[in-house]
């Protein structure tokens, strides 16, 4: 059994910063991709920024120079630096892994979601 657990979500004005934290157990044998995706009322899920194993990133356009992504995988935890928060930026963060429960098996997990709110 694989848990994501969330942290660091809240209410925040807008140009202040929040910093979401993802931590993965449980029956782990490596992790590939980590990320983080959102979902606003009304609207489908989207890609904030992901990672991979090596380190390399990919973020939405509409976060590009004020959101960074970074992972430790010594503690298999993906982290997401939000600075100059825009009200726009309003969602549930969902932190998403792409991990081997055991060699020869790639599953995908998703965390319960946290919410960022940002006021105007």
């Known amino acids: 059994q694989v848990q994501l657990v969330e942290s660091g979500g809240g209410l925040v004005q807008a140009g202040g910063s929040l910093r979401l934290s993802c931590a993965a157990s449980g029956s782990i044998f490596s992790i590939s991709a980590m990320g983080w995706y959102r979902q606003a009322p009304g609207k489908e899920r989207e890609l904030v920024a992901a990672?991979?194993?090596?380190?390399?990133?990919n973020y939405a356009e509409f976060v590009k120079g004020r959101f960074t992504i970074s992972r430790d995988n010594a503690q298999n935890t993906v982290s997401l630096q939000m600075n100059t928060l825009e009200p726009e930026d309003t969602a549930v963060y969902y932190c998403?892994?792409?991990?081997?429960?055991?060699?020869?098996?790639?599953?995908?997990?998703w965390g319960q979601g946290t919410q960022v709110t940002v006021s105007s």
């Open positions: 990672i991979s194993s090596g380190g390399s990133t």
């Open positions: 998403n892994v792409e991990l081997r429960p055991r060699a020869g098996i790639t599953k995908n997990y």
